[in-house]
């Protein structure tokens, strides 16, 4: 029999053997957490003028003494407004934040340092000025034909202010992939069918779309639901290979029924690995046909179809998204409860994980949740994360320090 792989190390070796992501072109609109394809130059020096930064007043710096003097008003800028007129001496406009500071003029003097002057149409400052004061100057920001954003930036809000800046309207992205999703199983019903006292209903194909969703991708192509016969899964496996990630629940562990995985190699799928060492979710089966499906087969209990989702499907779509890490890294946090272990397997426990207060400062805290076994939604229906127990017997107390993987907060 072959040996379980660590979770880690299948995890790296389905991301060794995903494909390379495609090229799309997105509206801006719809571009936030895409991955850039492409670099973004400037098509204009940022700002492209100099502009003032307080409401005030420009001026030439040499018309003020150290003190200060008085200036003839002459008009006055608001942003947006085109100011030809050259500033001579002994002159000064009033200007908004924003506006172009007008030729001649190399300083602006904030409003409340100034009053009226003696006279109609003159301005009293009470201080002097120096030159570039107050005013951002052209391309402080960027030149012209800079890069802005290299290719494998993750467009976060600033990121996509940026593209409008630019003018970008249609942004270069590395395509999301397809995904398909199949449940497996004589028992299995739809969630809107009454089921028998020996049925259940389909919670994987939501769990697979709930953490899709969650981390930016577009929910599954639902395949339904496919009894335990080889043709009926041979057919409805067949309709998933034209996506590029299939994901099947149910069929992959050692019964009679569980035929999935013969009825892959039949279709072309070439297996990477089969058997994971982590609770729940052991029996996982990994491959691949050269022309670009990637196939998982997931056990049909919930909760391995909730770990694997977050362990292995994240990660690989995010990896075919062109993204540049796998996902959420784990972080340290604090149990709150006592949990005991008893398993040659890496135990992944879904938790409630919050921010505390600690003697040192802010910290994660995770209160493990009910799992009284692979099946147990209700126990782990709070779970924002999961916590990650090393194989072995062994009580973990309250206050212990464990690595979890956050969701969400």
């Given at each position: 029999m072959t040996a379980m792989l660590e979770l880690n190390a299948a995890r790296e070796i389905l991301l060794?053997?995903?494909?390379?992501?495609?090229?799309?072109?997105?509206?801006?609109?719809e571009a936030g957490g895409r991955v850039l394809a492409e670099a973004v130059h400037a098509d204009r020096a940022i700002p492209d003028c100099d502009r003032a930064i307080m409401d005030g007043y420009a001026m030439r710096s040499a018309d003020l003494g150290p003190e200060g003097g008085e200036l003839v008003c002459v008009g006055e800028i608001r942003a947006g407004d085109a100011w030809t007129t050259l500033i001579q001496p002994g002159m000064c406009v009033a200007i908004m934040t924003g506006a172009a500071v007008p030729p001649g003029a190399d300083a602006v003097v904030k409003v409340e340092q100034t009053r009226s002057g003696s006279a109609p149409g003159t301005v009293v400052f009470q201080s002097g000025a120096s030159p570039g004061q107050d005013i951002?100057?052209?391309?402080?920001?960027?030149?012209k034909g800079v890069v802005l954003l290299e290719p494998g930036t993750v467009l976060g809000p600033a990121a996509c202010g940026l593209l409008a800046l630019c003018g970008l309207t249609q942004v270069p992205v590395w395509a999301q992939p397809s995904v398909a999703a199949l449940s497996t199983g004589n028992e299995i019903v739809a969630p809107e069918a009454t089921p028998t006292a020996y049925q259940t209903r389909d919670a994987n194909t939501a769990i697979i779309s709930a953490m899709l969703r969650r981390h930016g991708f577009e929910r599954p192509a639902d395949l339904g639901i496919a009894r335990d016969d080889p043709n009926d899964l041979r057919r409805a496996i067949a309709a998933g290979l034209g996506h590029d990630l299939l994901l099947l629940s149910g069929g992959v562990s050692m019964g009679v029924s569980d035929i999935v995985p013969d009825i892959l190699a039949e279709l072309g799928i070439a297996r990477l690995f089969a058997g994971v060492a982590v609770k729940p979710g052991k029996p996982l089966w990994a491959g691949l046909r050269p022309d670009r499906p990637v196939v998982l087969a997931m056990p049909g209990n919930p909760l391995a179809v909730l770990v694997h989702s977050s362990e292995m499907v994240v990660p690989l779509l995010r990896k075919m998204s062109g993204h540049p890490t796998p996902g959420p890294p784990l972080v340290p946090a604090i149990l709150t409860a006592d949990v005991l272990t008893h398993t040659d397997r890496i135990t992944a426990q879904p938790s409630r994980i919050a921010v505390a207060e600690s003697a040192t400062g802010p910290c994660l805290q995770a209160t493990p949740l009910r799992m009284h076994g692979s099946a147990d939604l209700a126990g782990a229906a709070q779970a924002n994360g999961l916590i990650f127990l090393p194989a072995g017997r062994q009580l973990w107390g309250s206050g212990t320090e464990v690595q979890a993987r956050v969701w969400w907060l």
């Open positions: 060794a053997h995903a494909p390379a992501p495609g090229r799309a072109l997105v509206p801006l609109a951002m100057p052209r391309g402080q920001d960027a030149a």
